[in-house]
Every structure is written in C-alpha cells, then in structure tokens.
C-alpha cells in the first residue's frame, strides 16, 4: 500500500483483537510526552522483531501520526501497538475536529507542513485512516520478519 491513493484511506478497518494478537504498547499522547513515546513505540516495535531501516521507518511514521493530534487532533489521544502473525500495527487516535475529506498526497513543494499522513504511507506496508466518527483514527502496518511471528497456538 505504500504507492498511495485513496483506496487505503477511511472508514472501516476494524480494530477488534482476538485471543492470538500480543498487545506490545498502550500509552496516552500528550505534547509532554512525545519523545518519550517515540522511544516506548521504538522498543515495543524492536522486541516485537522488527530491526534496521524497517524499524527506523516504522518509528518515524508512528512519530508522524503522534505529532499530528498534538498538533492538529486536540492535543491528546492514545497510541496502542499490537501483533498479529507477522503485522505490526500501530493505531494512533484522538478527540479532535476529525480530518474531513482524507486525500493522502504529497504536498507541493512550497507548501510547509502537511506531509505527515504522506510519509507515514510510504514508510509502513500500510496506512488507514477512520474519521467516521468523532475524532481521528489512524493506523500503520509493518510485516514482521518471520522468526517474530506469534505462535498461533497460544
């Protein structure tokens, strides 16, 4: 899904979890925090296997989606992180106006800001984004290495 579009983009995705998924990171986002939870996502995502550039990009996606409610989302929501198999996922999510239309596209070169959805896109294997309801919710995938994968028979 990194390619883009807004075929990946909206309502829908749901974030119900079964008996075989590990949640790894459950943390509230306030400005105050947002080093620190860069730094929580940067070792739940790296004890969960993911290593080198993938883990890098995986992180500053994340950090992308983070600074995006304390700046635009109210200032406060919630970062939870879990595996699935051999996927990652991040679900960042807040209390805030909500996005109106989503178009995830890069932004013209002189235009400040406003690259965050775009480079969380192509940093992960997937972006979603929900604002069907009151707030914002976006979630990131990363596939896992195969030796991280949770056991099925949990």
Known sequence: MGSGGRGDVGAGWGTARGADEAA?????ITAARVTAL??????????????????EDFVLAVHELVTNVVRHGG?????RLWQHADVLTCQVSDDGPGLGEVDVALPSPGEVGHRGLWL????????????????TTASVTARLPARSIVNEGR
């Open 38 to 55: 860069r730094h929580a996502v940067a070792a739940a995502a790296r004890s969960a296997g993911l290593a080198g550039p993938g883990l």
């Open 120 to 135: 969380a896109q192509q940093l992960t294997d997937g972006l979603m984004v929900d604002n069907s309801g009151q707030g």
């Open 24 to 28: 790894l990171l459950s943390e509230e």
């Open 75 to 79: 200032g406060s929501g919630e970062v």
